[in-house]
């Protein structure tokens, strides 16, 4: 591994100094990485993935489709507006790809993580990954609609139609969401949230808040998995120390020098 023991020597003259200041002023920071092949986009908080080469699909495939991102979800929102801010970068960077695939059509839109909600008739949509229900700001004006298309069912899935256009509604400029029929094919844009970085050899800011370990301002977050792991076991010691467990500090000190190198079998 990558010098531990002087790391363990900075980590302990960095707890002495923590211990004897009290919790740095500066909480820790540094510049979290999206997943390969996702980017990051002004004005959202998590991590994007526009399913260029899938092409147009149904949304359930859309939603098969970003699980095998590493677990990604189909885009969903925390914020009205953040579904413009999404259509408006993605257009702008592969807006060209996306107009000379022969199957795109000017309808077409992309997939968001919503379908309504089972057996209800009220018109209330949800977040099929958490439950949590969407807010109709969302939802642009005079929809849902809840259109019965007949042999092809209701419309019970969420999408920002109209790629192309930076209005879905000419007459009011509006760019909100539409209820859509499921099998209709729309883009998929697909998502992983900012809790990124904790199984991924990251740093982990909220855990290493106070625990007087100094992260490369302005750097990556990202480290190899064996100081990961060092850092993981510095700061729940430190934890424990500060708690007044020291008997289960000096524990997780002492299986720093176990921590051993992932190692691929040769076939
Ligand atoms: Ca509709």
């Known amino acids: 591994m990558k010098s ?3 790391k363990l020597i900075i ?12 919790n740095v002023a500066t909480p820790p920071s540094c510049v979290e990485e999206c997943p390969p092949g996702f980017e990051q986009v002004a004005g959202l908080p998590h991590c994007y993935k526009l399913m260029l080469a899938l092409g147009p699909v149904s949304h359930d495939k859309a939603v098969v ?10 885009a969903t929102f925390d914020t009205v507006g953040d579904q413009q801010t999404l259509r408006n970068h993605m257009w702008s960077h592969y807006g060209a790809a996306i107009a000379k695939d022969p199957a795109h ?3 077409l839109g992309f997939w968001t993580g919503y379908a309504r909600q089972y057996g209800d008739s009220s018109n209330s949509f949800v977040n099929i990954y958490s439950g949590q229900t969407l807010d109709s700001e969302f939802f642009a004006n005079g929809q849902p609609d809840n259109l019965l298309l007949g042999v092809w069912g209701e419309e019970a899935c969420v999408v920002r139609k109209k790629f192309s256009k930076s209005v879905v509604k000419w007459a009011n400029s509006d760019t909100g969401l539409d209820d859509y029929n499921c099998a209709f094919p729309h883009w998929a844009i697909c998502m992983h949230r900012d809790v990124f970085a904790l199984n991924m050899q ?3 800011s909220v855990l290493m808040a106070g625990t007087g370990v100094n992260l490369p301002v302005g750097g990556s977050c990202r480290v190899d998995w064996v100081d990961q792991n060092v850092y993981i076991l510095d700061m729940i010691s430190a934890k424990r120390e ?3 467990y020291a008997d289960q500090a000096q524990q997780f000190a002492g299986i720093v020098n176990e921590i051993r190198s ?3 079998p040769t076939l």
């Open 105 to 107: 059509l000017a309808e």
């Open 4 to 6: 531990t023991f002087s």
């Open 202 to 204: 990251a740093y982990n």
């Open 242 to 244: 500060a708690n007044g």
């Open 65 to 74: 489709a970003c699980g095998f991102e590493g677990g990604a979800t189909l």
């Open 11 to 22: 980590f302990a003259s960095l707890q002495l100094c923590a211990q004897a200041g009290g």
């Open 262 to 264: 992932p190692t691929c």
